[in-house]
C-alpha cells in the first residue's frame, strides 16, 4: 500500500474553497454569528497556498500566522497552520493550533483529521483512530478521514476487515480518484482471500 495520511496541498484549498465534496470550507459555522472573510482574505490565503505547494514553509508559516492575527475566528486557518506546524516537526505548536480551531468549532472534521496524523505520527495508534472517528461523526462525507482510518486499519493495526470497509467508503466519497481507490481495495480483498483461516476452537461438545 502507498496511501499518504494527508493530501497536505489539496486539503489546504480545501479549507477556504467552495465547491469540495465533503470537505468543510474555511468557516463551518452555521449559526447567525458565523465570521464574515475579511475583503481580501480569499487572494491571501491563495498566496500563501502557493507558497506551502511550493515548499517554502517559512514563508508560509510567517504570512499564515500574519493572517489569522487579522482573520481569527476561522477554524481552517488554524488547522492549515497545524499542517504547516506538522510538516516543521514543531508538534506542540501544531496540537495548539489544532485545539483553537476546536474551540472555534468542536466539529471541524480537518482539525480531527491533522490529529490523527499527529497522534499516528507519535505512535498513538489509539488516539489516531479516535480522532478520524471523530472527524468521520462531525463529517460522514469528509473522505480524508475515511481514507487515514483505512490505512491505520491495514497497516498500523492489522484489521483488513475493518480497513476494507473504510477503502470502500473512502471511494464511495473520493472525487477523481476512484481508479486508485479501487486498486486498493482490489489488493485488501485479496490478501483477505489467502489469509489462512483460524482454525475454530470454540466448539462445544457434550
Known amino acids: 500500500m502507498w496511501q499518504s495520511f494527508t493530501r497536505f496541498p489539496v486539503l489546504i ?13 474555511l468557516s463551518d ?5 458565523s465570521p464574515v472573510v475579511a475583503p481580501g482574505a480569499q487572494r491571501d490565503f491563495a498566496e500563501i497556498t ?3 505547494e511550493g515548499g517554502e514553509l517559512g514563508d508560509a508559516t510567517i504570512r499564515l500566522e ?17 499542517i504547516v506546524y506538522t510538516e516543521q ?3 506542540e505548536d ?5 485545539d483553537i480551531a476546536l474551540s472555534i468549532n468542536p466539529q471541524f472534521a480537518p482539525a480531527h483529521n491533522q490529529l490523527g496524523v499527529l497522534k499516528r505520527r507519535e505512535g498513538d495508534f489509539a488516539g489516531a483512530e479516535q480522532a478520524w472517528q471523530a472527524a468521520i461523526a462531525a463529517d460522514p462525507q469528509y473522505a480524508y478521514a475515511w481514507h487515514n482510518l483505512g490505512v491505520l486499519y491495514d497497516l498500523y493495526l492489522s484489521d483488513l476487515p475493518a480497513a476494507l470497509e ?17 486498486r486498493w481495495i482490489a ?7 489467502t489469509q489462512p483461516r483460524a482454525a475454530r476452537n470454540d466448539e462445544v461438545t457434550p
Open 13 to 25: 484549498i480545501c479549507l477556504f474553497a467552495a465547491g469540495c465534496s465533503g470537505v468543510p470550507q
Open 29 to 33: 459555522q452555521t449559526d447567525d454569528e
Open 50 to 52: 502557493a507558497l506551502i
Open 66 to 82: 500574519r493572517f489569522i492575527a487579522r482573520n481569527s475566528d476561522f477554524p481552517g486557518a488554524y488547522t492549515t497552520l497545524a
Open 89 to 91: 516537526g514543531r508538534v
Open 94 to 98: 501544531a496540537l495548539k493550533a489544532i
Open 166 to 182: 473504510h477503502y470502500e467508503q473512502y471511494q464511495a466519497l473520493a472525487s477523481g480518484e476512484t481508479g486508485q481507490a479501487e
Open 187 to 193: 489488493d485488501l480483498k485479496r490478501r483477505i482471500d
